[in-house]
Each structure stands twice: as structure tokens, then as C-alpha cells.
């Protein structure tokens, strides 16, 4: 298994409160994801991050922002949850890879959020 | 607009017999897909890949095909086995490093 660990596994949170969700992985990959997995909307990108203090948006990403300070460190922020929030959110890495040459993309266990 | 998609929200099939799950792309730009298996209350987990210069690609009883011109990959599974039932995501790659995902088929394999 990659070493992925999400903190924390679960909550329950007010609506208009901050949340962070942590992630940390030991497998030294450059490549950092957070996706959200809805019912009838599979897993959708939140952000990605490319390297140390590089960041950038994906499919969803309205009302989330993410940073990274430390390769294995990748944090994702709700600045202030909405019920719409409520959701399991996944972190997932992946090396880096060009060209036609296959890379895997491996998922943490997951958060589960509830926005109250 | 999803660009990766998954038709069918889920599939029941006989054990023993095959299971076929489908995928449909839009993005040509895509080079590089996968499949995913995922059990309730767990992150998702690779199952299988496919190189867009291939059209195909075993492992076992898991097969991928891409059928580039259509824009269409499946998984085939034989035979199917209970312990196959779970919720298949296909993926796409983008950028090298970038991926997005199908909706998910939910696989039922009855004994």
C-alpha cells in the first residue's frame, strides 16, 4: 500500500466553519491530489499540487484552497463549509512521468466531512 | 462538462460469466487511462492500465481495451467472481500528471 495518511478520518462541522483536512505521504512523489466523491459525480479534482508551494485548481475547486509547504504535507482548506460541502474527500499521489511511460495514481483511505 | 464518462451507474452479472464496463471519453488529448476498483468505506485502487499507442491490455482475468477512433475503453472481467463486486472508476490522463475520472459503475457479481 502507498503510503497515505489522511487526518481526519472524519467530522462533523457547522456550517460557516473552517475545516482542514491534512494529508501525508512517505513515498517522496512530487504529485499531490485532493478529489471529492459524490453519488452520480464519481471522483472530481479539487486541486493538485506539482511540487513544494505549487498549486493549482481543478474541476471543483470553488470555495476550497490548498497548500503545500512540505513534500509530504498537502493540506486543503474550507475556508468557510456550505452544506454542499458534505462529501468524502480523498488525497491521492503520483510520480512523475512523461512521455508515453505509465504512472499509477494511488488514493488515501478518505475523509469523510459532514457540513451541518 | 465531464470529460471522462460512465454510462451505466451499475451492472449485475452471473459468477463465472464476463463482465463488461464501459468508458467514454471526449479529450483526444488524453494519453494514458486506467481502472480503478473501489470497496465502500476505502480509497479506490488500481486495478489495470492502458498506454494510448495499445489497444489492449491483460493482467489476469482483467482486460482493457481502447478503441482510440471511438473514444471508448472497457473492462472485461473473466470470469467474474463475488469478490469482484465494487464500484469501477475509469480514469484519464492529462498533462502527464493530471487525471480525471468516470462516474463509476457499481459491479453486483451474484453467486
Known amino acids: 500500500d502507498a503510503g497515505i495518511t489522511q487526518s481526519p478520518r472524519h467530522k462533523v462541522t457547522e456550517t460557516g466553519t473552517p475545516v482542514t483536512l491534512r494529508c501525508h505521504q512517505t513515498?517522496?512523489?512530487?504529485?499531490m491530489y485532493w478529489y471529492r466523491q459524490d453519488p452520480g459525480h464519481g471522483l472530481r479534482l479539487i486541486h493538485y499540487?506539482?511540487?513544494?508551494?505549487?498549486?493549482d485548481k481543478g474541476e471543483v475547486s470553488d470555495g476550497y484552497s490548498v497548500s503545500r509547504s512540505k513534500t509530504e504535507d498537502f493540506l486543503l482548506t474550507l475556508e468557510s463549509a456550505t452544506s454542499s460541502q458534505t462529501s468524502v474527500y480523498f488525497c491521492?499521489?503520483?510520480?512523475?512521468?512523461?512521455?508515453?511511460?505509465?504512472?499509477?495514481?494511488?488514493f488515501g483511505e478518505g475523509s469523510w466531512l459532514t457540513v451541518v | 462538462d465531464q470529460q471522462v464518462k460512465q454510462n451505466s451507474p451499475s451492472l449485475s452479472v452471473q459468477e463465472g460469466r464476463i463482465s463488461i464496463l464501459n468508458c467514454d471519453y471526449t479529450?483526444?488529448?488524453?494519453?494514458?487511462f486506467l481502472w480503478y476498483k473501489k470497496y465502500p468505506a476505502e480509497g479506490p485502487t488500481f486495478l489495470i492500465s492502458?498506454?494510448?499507442?495499445?489497444d489492449k491490455n491483460e493482467d489476469g482475468r482483467f482486460t482493457v481495451f481502447l478503441n482510440k477512433s471511438a473514444k471508448h475503453l472497457s473492462l472485461h472481467i473473466v470470469p467474474s467472481q463475488p469478490g469482484d463486486s465494487a464500484v469501477y472508476f475509469c480514469?484519464?490522463?492529462?498533462?502527464?500528471?493530471?487525471?480525471?475520472f468516470g462516474s463509476g459503475t457499481k459491479l453486483n457479481v451474484k453467486p
Open positions: 491521492a499521489i503520483s510520480e512523475e512521468r512523461t512521455a508515453l511511460s505509465g504512472n499509477t495514481i494511488y
Open positions: 513515498e517522496n512523489h512530487r504529485y
Open positions: 499540487s506539482y511540487g513544494v508551494k505549487d498549486t
Open positions: 479529450n483526444s488529448m488524453f494519453d494514458y
Open positions: 492502458i498506454s494510448s499507442i495499445k
Open positions: 480514469a484519464a490522463r492529462y498533462n502527464f500528471n493530471k487525471f480525471y
